[in-house]
């Protein structure tokens, strides 16, 4: 006779990280209570990271209209706290999402994620992260791919994101959460 040991899930919080061995070079988030461990990003995942930023606070300044930030601390609750690649937040909400330690404690406007090459990562951007921006109320989610040099586009509708757009390398990228942003998906992207 053969017994099946109960298999108890490990559910992480944020307590769990502050006591966990950190490895330089490591990126740790915690998603719905499971840990999601990274490297690293490659080169040009940072250089299209660093570009959306770049446009995104040019805007920002231009229009006065918030703030953008590249790799902040969202800590949702104690099971659910990530480092989008890059954020923007309204005015209105900054003073209300940005806590003392110096970390967002709410849903910002906007989350871009730029992809990682491999399926686990891009599992955890198209489908962990895609769900948990969505139930937290973020209002629109850019999923970037630095390969394919394209930008999925998620806005909210009726309570959840919903795909509206792929953009590919000539088309413009523009977002009613961004009155008069616009720039060209290609110009996001390094030339590899």
Avoid at 51 to 60: E, G, P, S, Y
Avoid at 74 to 80: C, G, K, S, T, Y
Avoid at 82 to 87: C, E, G, K, L, S
């Amino acid at each position: 006779m053969t017994t099946l040991a109960a298999q108890t899930a490990v559910r992480w919080t944020i307590g769990d990280l502050e006591s966990y061995p950190v490895e330089e070079g490591k990126r740790y988030e915690i998603v719905e209570g499971e840990l999601l461990v990274s490297t690293q990003p490659h080169w040009f995942h940072q250089q299209a990271s660093g570009r959306i930023f770049a446009a995104l606070d040019k805007w920002a300044a231009e229009n006065r209209a918030g703030s953008a930030s590249q790799a902040p601390g969202v800590i949702f609750d104690e099971e659910n706290a990530v480092a989008p690649d890059v954020v923007w937040v309204s005015n209105e909400r900054l003073e209300l999402v940005l806590g003392e330690d110096g970390k967002l404690h709410d849903a910002p406007d906007l989350a871009v994620e730029v992809l990682s090459p491999g399926s686990r990562n891009e599992r955890r951007d198209r489908e962990a992260k895609l769900r948990l921006y969505s139930v937290r109320g973020v209002r629109e989610y850019w999923i970037a791919d630095w390969q394919a040099k394209t930008i999925e586009v998620y806005r909210r509708e009726n309570a959840a994101l919903k795909l509206v757009a792929k953009l590919y390398a000539e088309d413009d990228l523009t977002s009613p959460l961004l009155p008069g942003f616009k720039v060209v998906v290609g110009r996001l992207f390094p030339s590899a």
